[in-house]
């Protein structure tokens, strides 16, 4: 199987992005493009983020062999029914959410006749909309697929193929577990960046002023991954519930254990620690997944999903 015509729903920086990058590395496949928002779909087609931006999903995705759904992970159901009826048999739907099993389950309901293989370019930048895609968002970055049981193989080699060619590595993994994965690498980060900024933004002992004057490194950050757009966010965490309590639960038992080693001058126990989590990001930075230089060796795009 292979795929020649591809609808994007949702032209964020994530649709965008696709749009982009298929254009500069599968320039013979076609793109159309579809968002709800008519000042989105201006700003795409201004910008040429796919070969058509369309009126309305039902034209997007006539014909398509693959759908990507680029919308937030609370509105997969509502989108994926809207185009229900105009999905060409052979189609692939996939999507982009960061909580993969309430997505398999919400696309399951609403299209019960198609094939269904979720996905997760894990990639991302604080930034949302239109104006912020770019083609190589998606390189030498992570891809995971979650794949339901019984998949057709030649659709799932066909959406690997696809995201290897936009520059991805593609990762096989059970959803469940990708959940898991994602709760403690990514969501509980971005939900302890909220509330560390929340919680300085509401110190009445320390301005606001302050706070942002003399914002340290760390909490710059922090403040970076704290500005990703909203609803994305409060569905990721609506929709990954179970594995992000689970993981918030440990989270809390470590904290509370810092807290004895700060408070009883424990500070074998602190360094230790200390140790092993600069060992973890010297991993990371091997393995590719971020830039040892300054500022991470980014000027312009952060990653965050």
Same mark, same amino acid.
């Given at each position: 199987?292979?795929i $020649?015509?591809? *609808?994007?729903?949702g032209?964020?920086l994530?649709?965008?992005?696709?749009?982009?990058a298929?254009r =500069?590395?599968?320039?013979?496949v076609?793109?159309?493009?579809?968002d709800?928002?008519?000042?989105v779909?201006k700003?795409? #087609?201004?910008?040429?983020l796919v070969g058509? +931006?369309?009126?309305?999903?039902?034209e997007? +995705?006539?014909? *398509?062999?693959?759908v990507? %759904?680029?919308?937030?992970?609370? $509105?997969?159901?509502?989108?994926a029914?809207?185009?229900a009826?105009?999905?060409a /048999?052979h189609?692939i739907?996939?999507?982009?959410g960061s909580?993969?099993?309430?997505?398999? #389950?919400?696309?399951?309901?609403?299209?019960?006749?198609?094939?269904?293989?979720?996905?997760?370019?894990?990639?991302?930048t604080?930034q949302?909309?239109?104006e912020?895609?770019f083609?190589?968002?998606f390189?030498?970055?992570?891809c995971?697929?979650? /794949?339901?049981?019984?998949?057709? #193989?030649?659709?799932l080699?066909?959406?690997s193929?696809?995201?290897? #060619?936009?520059?991805?590595?593609?990762?096989?993994?059970?959803?469940?577990?990708?959940? %898991?994965?994602? *709760? +403690?690498?990514?969501?509980i980060?971005?939900?302890?960046?909220?509330?560390?900024?929340?919680?300085?933004?509401d110190? =009445?002992?320390?301005?606001?002023s302050?706070?942002i004057?003399?914002?340290?490194?760390?909490?710059?950050?922090?403040? @970076?991954i704290?500005?990703s757009d909203?609803?994305m966010?409060?569905?990721?965490?609506?929709?990954n519930?179970?594995? +992000?309590? =689970?993981?918030?639960?440990r989270?809390?038992?470590?904290?509370?254990?810092?807290q004895?080693a700060?408070?009883s001058?424990?500070?074998?126990? %602190?360094? =230790? %620690?200390?140790?092993?989590?600069r060992?973890?990001?010297?991993?990371v930075?091997?393995?590719?997944?971020?830039?040892?230089r300054?500022?991470?060796? @980014?000027?312009?795009?952060?990653?965050n999903?």
């Amino acid at each position: 199987m292979s795929i $020649a015509n591809v *609808a994007i729903i949702g032209l964020g920086l994530l649709g965008g992005s696709i749009g982009l990058a298929v254009r =500069e590395h599968a320039p013979a496949v076609t793109t159309r493009g579809y968002d709800r928002d008519a000042d989105v779909r201006k700003a795409a #087609q201004k910008r040429g983020l796919v070969g058509t +931006v369309c009126d309305t999903a039902t034209e997007a +995705v006539a014909g *398509a062999d693959l759908v990507i %759904l680029c919308v937030p992970v609370g $509105a997969m159901e509502e989108a994926a029914r809207d185009i229900a009826d105009d999905l060409a /048999p052979h189609a692939i739907i996939s999507d982009v959410g960061s909580s993969k099993e309430s997505v398999a #389950q919400a696309l399951a309901r609403a299209l019960p006749d198609h094939t269904i293989i979720p996905a997760h370019p894990v990639a991302g930048t604080e930034q949302s909309g239109p104006e912020a895609g770019f083609a190589s968002l998606f390189t030498n970055r992570w891809c995971i697929i979650t /794949p339901p049981d019984g998949v057709d #193989q030649a659709a799932l080699d066909a959406l690997s193929a696809f995201w290897t #060619q936009l520059g991805a590595t593609v990762e096989i993994m059970d959803a469940e577990h990708h959940d %898991l994965v994602l *709760a +403690v690498t990514s969501h509980i980060p971005h939900l302890i960046a909220f509330t560390i900024v929340g919680t300085a933004s509401d110190l =009445e002992e320390v301005t606001r002023s302050e706070v942002i004057k003399y914002s340290a490194g760390g909490f710059r950050d922090f403040t @970076r991954i704290a500005a990703s757009d909203p609803v994305m966010w409060r569905d990721v965490f609506l929709n990954n519930k179970g594995a +992000v309590l =689970e993981m918030l639960g440990r989270f809390t038992e470590d904290l509370t254990a810092m807290q004895r080693a700060i408070r009883s001058g424990d500070g074998e126990a %602190l360094h =230790e %620690l200390f140790s092993r989590t600069r060992a973890i990001r010297r991993q990371v930075i091997a393995e590719g997944q971020d830039d040892g230089r300054p500022d991470f060796g @980014r000027k312009d795009h952060g990653d965050n999903a």
